[in-house]
């Protein structure tokens, strides 16, 4: 089982990034996916997540309007579209994927910065 985060980086406040998770090894067609960030000195939170069907998303209110979460079943993948980012944006951030088990990515960098 794999979960590869991809698409961190360094963006000035106001920029965009897409976060990329490519998922191997699960049917994670069935699997509900969560973006997750941890700042330095600060507890892991959850950002937002996608169900397996129907399409179903929600956010942190820290993060509603901003951030888009999105799925890709034919190409096991989950995306993160982060516009508008903040100072208080920058963490780690991490995919973790629920189902009849559950699996973490090993995280990728975001700095938002001036």
């Not at 999105?70 to 995306?79: E, H």
């Not at 982060?82 to 629920?98: G, I, Q, S, W």
Request: aromatic share 14%; with cysteine; net charge positive.
């Amino acid at each position: 089982v794999q979960l590869v985060e991809s698409g961190g980086g360094f963006v000035q406040p106001g920029g965009s990034l897409r976060l990329s998770c490519a998922a191997s090894g699960f049917t994670f067609s069935s699997y509900t996916m969560y973006w997750y960030r941890q700042a330095p000195g600060k507890e892991r939170e959850w950002v937002a997540f996608i169900a397996s069907v129907a399409g179903l998303t929600n956010y942190a209110d820290s993060v509603k309007g901003r951030f888009t979460i999105s799925r890709d079943n034919a190409k096991n993948t989950v995306y993160l579209q982060m516009n508008h980012l903040k100072p208080e944006d920058t963490a780690v951030y991490y995919c973790n994927a629920r189902g009849s088990n559950g699996y973490w990515g090993q995280g990728t960098q975001v700095t938002v910065s001036s």
